[in-house]
Nanobody, 120 residues
Framework: QVQVAESGGGLVQPGGSLSLSCAAS????????MGWYRQAPGEERELVAV???????NYAESVKGRFTVSRLNAMNTVYLQMNSLKPEDTAVYYC??????????????WGQGTLVTVSS
């Protein structure tokens, strides 16, 4: 079983910065991808940024140039550095971890979410 634990988040003023981190633990064979999604009130959950084991990344257009996702494979940890934050970045941010429990069983696990509020 895989556990996903997030940390970070909070209140920040527009133009400010914030960092999120997420660690996967438990019993698994390998992690394929780790990333971040967000859900604003009344909206669907959307991709923010994801990185796979090979190091490639994918970002939502709305955060390109402002957010950076990075991963420490040895620690099964992923980070999200958020700069130049805007009020429209306000949302609950969820960490997602995908991989294999063994040679045949895959998993797709979510963290509990952490609230990011951008407001003056």
């Amino acid at each position: 079983q895989v556990q996903v634990a997030e940390s970070g988040g909070g209140l920040v003023q527009p133009g400010g910065s914030l960092s999120l981190s997420c660690a996967a633990s438990g019993s698994f064979y390998t992690i394929i991808a780790m990333g971040w999604y967000r859900q604003a009130p009344g909206e669907e959950r959307e991709l923010v940024a994801v990185t796979n084991r090979g190091g490639s990344t994918n970002y939502a257009e709305s955060v390109k140039g402002r957010f950076t996702v990075s991963r420490l494979n040895a620690m099964n940890t992923v980070y999200l550095q958020m700069n130049s934050l805007k009020p429209e970045d306000t949302a609950v941010y969820y960490c997602n971890v995908r991989g294999y429990s063994d040679y045949v069983r895959s998993f797709d696990e979510w963290g509990q979410g952490t609230l990011v509020t951008v407001s003056s």
